[in-house]
């Protein structure tokens, strides 16, 4: 996700029901989830049943399934609010607004129940313990109340954002991880297959996580997105959406807006950068691309083969949000990361992939000298502030998203020292190794998820000092 940074210097400032199946399931390689889903958006409501086939690779049974319950955190009286206090105001246009997630039934569960710290977990006891190398399969219907918020899951004026939307498999470390919305990105997914059909009125346009395929009847139109080996699937909605197509190396791209003066300038982003870090990191392996416009109030977000993108940018702010998402195609989508914990490993990477990009794209306007120096600036501003203001200072980079103070802190550990960190690492190894090793690395991820020890190994490959430097920064011995 992107944010803004003169906002940040203000901060410095001042479907059909399968019935269960544990050990005689045939095993898959991945999970998978079929979703039917129509939104109503009188009742600002989505409607859905899922099938989910859940696969253990672990090397444990497992007796209860576990499920995070995004939407939860735009209810009433959450504890951890999706918008920080910062962006509240611009995202909430319409004044207080909330939803939530309603579970009706879990066919395949011997018993199931709404958890987890802040109602953000749904759990599943089985019937059968789930033996490794083994499939189950639940079958869910619930509801969706949408808030009237410009957030990945919200109703805006133009626009409907339906991001996480649906119970969604927590990640395995030694137990399921149990996340609460936090400041960041606290999605930590494995990837798997989907099959998804959305039924909306007809006259809404729906930019989606893949390709998909329209049909229509009796007023209404649904979208059916097919997508494998993808993380999630996300919609963005609109009745007053434009296209505009190009292709990058082949790969069919797509902007989708209502409100763009400079529309072939922001596909054109798209495409260069879509080509620029395909030749850079490796092979993009999906087969298509697609930006829209839409109303959020944080400047970007990254999906599959989506990349939403603010509508309140300013022109000059455009490009580098573009590039930035597109770099989470390889830097979240395809090479996923814990970045609930080291948030830097993706952000950090996405970031680091604008400078690069703008180094040797000049017709931007932004050499990566520039690029570099403003990081370290906005470093050393944050750094100066609170040092002032609390007499202490921690710069470590490995911590949950729980642990940061807010929204600037975040920005200046995950973004902008990350940035700093593979600059020194560039600088220390030379363009080639550098460049070496994040193709090394992304060769060896895609498709999964990559620990922080994973990155640290593929510049020391490349280096024998670059495993000291990147711990030092990670620890927060080195404050720069």
């Known amino acids: 996700m992107r944010r803004i940074a003169s906002l940040m210097l203000c901060i410095a400032v001042t479907c059909s029901i399968v019935p269960f199946a544990a050990a005689c399931a045939p095993q898959t390689k991945r999970g998978s989830y079929s979703i039917e889903a129509e939104y109503f958006p009188a009742e600002r409501t989505l409607k859905a049943a899922m099938t989910v086939t859940v696969v253990n690779h672990t090397n444990e049974e497992w007796e209860t399934l576990k499920f995070q319950l995004w939407p939860n955190a735009y209810r009433a009286g959450a504890k951890y609010a999706p918008v920080s206090a910062l962006f509240a105001p611009d995202a909430y246009y319409a004044g207080e607004s909330c939803g939530g997630i309603e579970v009706t039934a879990v066919d395949g569960a011997a018993a199931f129940r709404v958890a987890g710290e802040d109602e953000n977990i749904l759990e599943a006891d089985l019937p059968v313990p789930l033996a490794p190398n083994k499939s189950a399969v639940l079958a869910m219907r619930f509801t969706v109340t949408l808030a009237n918020v410009r957030h990945r899951l919200g109703v805006g004026e133009k626009t409907v954002n339906l991001a996480q939307f649906y119970p969604v498999l927590c990640h395995w470390e030694d137990g399921f991880c149990e996340h609460v919305y936090a400041t960041g990105d606290p999605f930590v997914s494995e990837t798997a297959d989907y099959d998804v059909r959305l039924t909306v009125p007809d006259g809404y346009i729906a930019a989606c996580s893949g390709e998909s395929e329209k049909t229509l009847a009796d007023g209404k139109a649904t979208y059916r997105v097919r997508a494998e080996n993808v993380r999630e699937v996300a919609f963005v909605l609109s009745e007053d959406m434009r296209v505009a197509q190009t292709s990058a190396d082949g790969i069919p791209i797509s902007y989708y807006y209502f409100d763009d003066e400079n529309a072939q300038a922001?596909?054109?982003?798209?495409?260069?950068?879509?080509?620029?870090?395909?030749?850079?990191?490796?092979?993009?392996?999906?087969?298509?691309?697609?930006?829209?416009?839409?109303?959020?109030?944080?400047?970007?977000?990254?999906?599959?083969?989506?990349?939403?993108?603010?509508?309140?940018?300013?022109?000059?702010?455009?490009?580098?949000?573009?590039?930035?998402?597109?770099?989470?195609?390889?830097?979240?989508?395809?090479?996923?990361?814990?970045?609930?914990?080291?948030?830097?490993?993706?952000?950090?990477?996405?970031?680091?992939?604008?400078?690069?990009?703008?180094?040797?794209?000049?017709?931007?306007?932004?050499?990566?000298?520039?690029?570099?120096?403003?990081?370290?600036?906005?470093?050393?501003?944050?750094?100066?502030?609170?040092?002032?203001?609390?007499?202490?200072?921690?710069?470590?980079?490995?911590?949950?998203?729980?642990?940061?103070?807010?929204?600037?802190?975040?920005?200046?550990?995950?973004?902008?020292?990350?940035?700093?960190?593979?600059?020194?690492?560039?600088?220390?190894?030379?363009?080639?190794?550098?460049?070496?090793?994040?193709?090394?690395?992304?060769?060896?991820?895609?498709?999964?998820?990559?620990?922080?020890?994973?990155?640290?190994?593929?510049?020391?490959?490349?280096g024998a000092h670059a495993r000291g430097i990147m711990e030092s920064f990670l620890s927060g011995a080195c404050v720069i």
């Open 266 to 462: 922001t596909l054109s982003a798209a495409a260069e950068s879509l080509s620029y870090f395909q030749k850079t990191f490796g092979d993009y392996i999906y087969p298509c691309y697609h930006v829209v416009q839409t109303e959020f109030a944080y400047g970007g977000m990254e999906f599959p083969m989506l990349s939403m993108i603010a509508a309140d940018l300013r022109a000059e702010e455009v490009p580098a949000v573009v590039v930035h998402e597109t770099a989470h195609q390889w830097w979240y989508a395809m090479v996923g990361s814990d970045q609930y914990t080291d948030a830097w490993q993706d952000e950090g990477l996405a970031a680091y992939s604008e400078a690069l990009f703008f180094g040797a794209h000049p017709a931007y306007g932004t050499s990566y000298e520039e690029y570099i120096a403003a990081s370290e600036g906005a470093y050393r501003a944050y750094f100066s502030v609170t040092e002032q203001l609390t007499g202490r200072q921690d710069t470590s980079m490995h911590r949950p998203l729980t642990a940061f103070s807010g929204d600037y802190e975040y920005r200046s550990i995950a973004y902008d020292k990350a940035v700093i960190l593979f600059d020194r690492l560039r600088e220390t190894l030379g363009e080639k190794r550098f460049v070496a090793a994040l193709r090394g690395y992304a060769a060896a991820y895609t498709g999964k998820i990559a620990p922080a020890e994973a990155l640290k190994e593929a510049f020391a490959k490349q």
